[in-house]
Each structure stands twice: as C-alpha cells, then as structure tokens.
C-alpha cells in the first residue's frame, strides 16, 4: 500500500502536469488566434504574462514537491 504522503505528493505532481499542459496549449492557441485576429500587442503582452505566473506557480510547486520527496529519504 502506498503511504499517504506518496499519494498527496503524485496528486500534487499531476496538478502541475495539467497546469502546464493547459497553460501551454492555451497559450499557444492564443497566441495564434491573436495574430490571425489582428489582437493589440497589449493583450498578447497580457497573455505571456498570465502565462508566465502559472509556469513559475508550477515551478514552485516543483521545487515543493522536490524537498519533499528529499525529505522523506
């Protein structure tokens, strides 16, 4: 049986598994749609930035889970 904490570790690390893939992907689709609809630099300069907070929320929650896997050893 795994322990709990394994188990709250791997859900954490699937979160942060979709939260890249969909930040990606909605990214990139909007970066696309932006330039075929002509959408002011301001916006698509708003999207990278929106972007950018989720990748470095995944980062940190890396670094989280890192330390705690580190300290289980």
Known sequence: MVPDKDRHLAKKARTVALVIALTMSIWLG???????LGMP??????????????FVWAFVVI???WRAARQQD
Do not use: E, N, S
Not at 30 to 36: I, S, V
Not at 41 to 54: G, I, P
């Open 30 to 36: 909007a970066q696309w749609l932006g330039g075929k």
């Open 41 to 54: 630099v301001r916006y698509a300069f708003l999207l990278d930035l929106m972007a950018l907070a989720a």
């Open 63 to 65: 670094y989280q889970i």
